[in-house]
């Protein structure tokens, strides 16, 4: 697993009191301004009002502008795509630059398509596959067809299913006591747990518990299904298959990253609007989050401001750290953040400040509760003096070596002495770079 930002692993933009952590980031910078404005944003993106739109989270380095977005992110939870990228992933000697973008743009927009099948669904019972003589002769026997047995609440079903099913069966490891269920027209097969009846049958089991089905074994349901417009591309500019020998070698040779047409993105995005119209399926426009956006050029920039008029566009949040730069890919254009001023005018900007010493110190705490260190008081307020000296970054770094050295000095707690033996041994950026000043003639150019 990953490993998470610990200042956005428990946040929420929720506009209800939540415990200390989480309330000290909510209150704290001008009343949390930034957090409420981040709020609003996500208000707005669920109830779909901000597709198409640009938000430019801007500010020094350290003051939580990836965070802000990852836990926009959270908040917004699993149904709404969130596709984050570095702003130099648009370089790459296979595909263009606008085709990484619109690539982005495409997997931050989701399609949501609900269908009504015919399914038999229910616990497995009994599973027996029926064997029979070979008809092609010899020794060896093949599965005529498998018996299946499912349970519900309601009542019991046995089915006497096709062979291929069985070897469904196989592939998603369904055994007695699994909740499954099958598709009537194409006989996929669906395992979604084990049953809760057998909860108590282990002391320590990996599986997923689901509850008995409610209902009759043979039903109709709303099946949906949560794709992205990428997924849709993908599976059509590549399909699968294919018996002659060209296709064959094609699959078995290192496959090179192509750029999908927009003749196939057109034919696509027509079967969307179709399905849309027919109300099968919904369309459900995301985050594409930009990092580091001062490192696109100036063709990417125009390529957006196309991209964002589009009629199908994510919600886009860029980020930069940057103040009046030149524009990558000019000679002599300075603009503020390095961004074209009418890309910027189309912004909504969220200004991030760095933080105070009582908001270091509060992270800093947060931090080393979640690494299970302990720290004193007085260790904690000289992180958070010294991190207003130097960046939040550094001080969080310091906290593992701080409780490496309380450690060989036999003890458990992180002390004031502790913190200042990591700070004489380890530099800040600031302090390396005064040395270097002080001491140039002795470094190579």
């Not at 090179?256 to 099968?280: P, S």
């Not at 003096?385 to 490496?404: C, D, F, I, N, W």
């Amino acid at each position: 697993m990953k490993q998470t930002r610990t200042a956005i692993s428990r946040i929420s933009l929720k506009t209800t009191p939540i415990p200390v952590p989480l309330n000290f980031l909510r209150e704290t910078r001008c009343k949390g301004r930034k957090f409420r404005a981040a709020g609003v944003v996500v208000d707005m993106i669920k109830s779909k009002k901000m597709a198409g739109r640009a938000v430019l989270l801007a500010g020094p380095p350290g003051t939580g502008k990836t965070a802000i977005a990852l836990a926009m992110a959270q908040e917004l939870g699993n149904k709404v795509p969130f596709c984050p990228m570095v702003g130099s992933e648009v370089y790459s000697s296979e595909i263009k630059k606008t085709e990484v973008l619109m690539e982005n743009f495409r997997r931050a927009i989701g399609l949501r398509i609900k269908e009504t099948k015919e399914v038999y669904e229910g616990e497995v019972t009994e599973l027996t596959p029926v064997e029979t003589e070979n008809p092609m002769g010899g020794y060896g026997k093949t599965v005529s067809h498998v018996v299946i047995g499912l349970k519900t609440a309601k009542g019991t079903k046995q089915l006497k299913l096709d062979p291929s099913i069985y070897e469904s069966l196989q592939k998603e490891k369904v055994e007695t006591g699994d909740v499954i269920y099958i598709e009537a027209n194409n006989g996929a097969v669906k395992r979604q747990g084990r049953s809760d009846n057998f909860a108590t049958e282990f002391d320590l089991e990996a599986e997923e518990y689901v509850p008995l089905p409610k209902g009759d074994v043979h039903k109709k349901k709303e099946v949906i299904q949560d794709v992205t417009l990428h997924d849709l591309d993908v599976a059509n500019a590549k399909p699968q298959g294919g018996q002659d020998i060209m296709s064959m070698m094609g699959q078995l040779m290192k496959p090179k990253k192509t750029e999908i047409t927009d003749k196939l993105r057109k034919e696509i995005n027509k079967v969307v609007n179709k399905y849309i119209d027919q109300g099968i399926a919904e369309l459900v426009p995301g985050v594409l989050f930009i990092d580091e956006v001062h490192m696109l050029d100036i063709e990417t920039f125009t390529y957006l401001h196309r991209a964002l008029e589009s009629a199908i566009a994510p919600i886009v949040i860029f980020a930069t750290n940057r103040g009046r730069c030149i524009i990558r890919g000019t000679e002599d254009i300075v603009s503020p953040h390095g961004i074209p001023l009418d890309l910027l005018d189309r912004l909504l900007i969220i200004r991030t400040l760095p933080y105070s010493r009582s908001e270091i110190e509060q992270i800093v705490k947060l931090r080393a509760t979640t690494e299970g260190l302990q720290i004193e008081d007085e260790a904690l307020s000289a992180l958070g003096e010294l991190g207003t000296k130097t960046t939040l970054r550094y001080v969080v770094q310091l906290l593992t070596p701080a409780s490496l050295t309380a450690k060989v000095n036999e003890r458990t707690i992180i002390k004031k002495e502790d913190v200042e033996e990591v700070g004489s041994l380890f530099l800040d950026a600031k302090s390396s770079a005064k040395i270097l000043t002080q001491n140039k003639d002795k470094f190579m150019k």
